[in-house]
Every structure is written in C-alpha cells, then in structure tokens.
C-alpha cells in the first residue's frame, strides 16, 4: 500500500508520522525504531531520510500537518501509520489518544 505514495506524499506521511512521535512532548527509542522501520520500508532517498531526521530532533510546524491536505484516498492511511506510531512504544498517553481521535475525526 505504500507504493502508491509519491515523493511528496511520502515526506507528508512521515511529517504526520513524527508529529505524532512528538505528541507527548518527547520521542522514544521504540517510536524513533518505529519511524526508521517506515522509512527504510519507504525506500526514502538520503535527503527524505535527512528531513525525517530533522522531524525527530524538532517536531513539524503545527501549520505542515495540516490533516485537509492528505489526498483524500490516502487519508485511511495516514490514519493507520498514526495510530501505529502511538501503539509503538506501547504507553498510549492521553494527549497522543485525544490527537488520534480529532486527526480521525478530521480526516472524514
């Protein structure tokens, strides 16, 4: 299913992805495993790889995750990356279970 994403989508996905690393204000090792998982199955060049980076050192800019932008047949998916990011350090904090449910609620 990830095939189907295009560069531009690919670096949104993990944009979204990292936001919501950062949803409980810090990133842990098992989330940023979780991330370097998705980006080798990605296959992200070096300079996407560079930028997810970034994204871990300091989260995206609330204005660069805006959930209306995902093209809309790639919204279940985002969806699915984003709950899998919160399950991946298996403590689902209050603020990442409220994030879930409006990012859920926005995309429909």
Do not use: Y
């Amino acid at each position: 299913m990830l095939d189907v994403l295009d560069r531009e989508d690919r670096l949104q996905l993990m944009r979204f992805v990292c936001s919501f690393a950062w949803a409980d204000l810090e990133v842990s090792d098992n989330e940023r495993d979780f991330i370097v998982k998705m980006v080798d199955r990605l296959e992200l060049d070096d300079s996407e790889r560079a930028q997810v980076a970034e994204w871990l050192e300091v989260p995206p800019r609330a204005d660069e995750v805006d959930p209306t932008d995902i093209p809309r047949e790639h919204r279940e998916l985002f969806l699915d990356a984003a709950r899998a990011m919160i399950l991946s350090d298996g403590d689902i904090d209050e603020v990442e279970a409220e994030n879930l449910i409006l990012f859920d609620q926005l995309l429909r």
